[in-house]
T-cell receptor, first 113, second 111 residues
Framework: NAGVTQTPKFQVLKTGQSMTLQCAQD?????MSWYRQDPGMGLRLIHY???????DQGEVPNGYNVSRSTTEDFPLRLLSAAPSQTSVYFC????????????FGSGTRLTVV | GENVGLHLPTLSVQEGDNSIINCAYS??????FIWYKQESGKGPQFIID?????DKRQGQRVTVLLNKTVKHLSLQIAATQPGDSAVYFC??????????FGKGTMLLVSP
């Protein structure tokens, strides 16, 4: 049982480049979300999804897109990377919205130069 | 991540001591609280939760205390071990909204 798998673990981008951070879970969880973590700050919600085909914005959605075509996958797209998006990104899932015992992935460390 | 601990309050204890990590939450209407542990280079891991109709809940070596009057949450770890060294976050929830995470406290346990 792999839980929540994030790829890649590390990535360096140039300003203006685009990329997709992958997140997959094998627990048949309905709820999935993306957070970013910056030094000295709590986790901040970017986007979330309560099921396949349904997504919504979190606290800091600007510059990011998501889609949820399957229950298992919830990719996060950076449209045009900026240095302010340098951060560690975490994907989390739970059985359903309202279940807050999230399972987190191990994170993707992104640096935008 | 490795840089999470920068700028965080730090609690340093000796192995075997009891640790108390505090958290002030922001929303007086929050009705559910969680403590997460984050080890270096890993994602947060659920430790224990408590609902607002309780003021204390115990797990294995951990106890969470909730004081709604002053909007304060604490995590007590008994007989702290080096493996407990990590950043600890509290998180709060109101209704059916998403979780709001605190900034975290770094716990350093010396052998």
């Amino acid at each position: 049982n792999a839980g929540v798998t994030q790829t890649p673990k590390f990535q360096v981008l140039k300003t203006g480049q685009s990329m997709t951070l992958q997140c997959a879970q094998d627990m048949n969880h309905e709820y999935m979300s993306w957070y970013r973590q910056d030094p000295g700050m709590g986790l901040r919600l970017i986007h979330y999804s309560v099921g396949a085909g349904i997504t919504d914005q979190g606290e800091v959605p600007n510059g990011y897109n998501v889609s949820r075509s399957t229950t298992e996958d919830f990719p996060l797209r950076l449209l045009s990377a900026a240095p302010s998006q340098t951060s560690v990104y975490f994907c989390a899932s739970s059985a359903r919205q309202g279940d807050y015992g999230y399972t987190f992935g191990s994170g993707t460390r992104l640096t935008v130069v | 991540g490795e840089n999470v601990g920068l700028h965080l309050p730090t609690l340093s204890v000796q192995e075997g001591d009891n640790s108390i990590i505090n958290c002030a939450y922001s929303n007086s209407a929050s009705d559910y609280f969680i403590w997460y542990k984050q080890e270096s280079g890993k994602g947060p891991q659920f430790i224990i939760d408590i609902r607002s109709n309780m003021d204390k809940r115990q797990g294995q070596r951990v106890t969470v205390l909730l004081n709604k009057t002053v909007k304060h949450l604490s995590l007590q770890i008994a007989a702290t071990q080096p493996g407990d060294s990590a950043v600890y976050f509290c998180a709060e929830n109101f209704g059916y909204s998403t979780l709001t995470f605190g900034k975290g406290t770094m716990l350093l346990v010396s052998p």
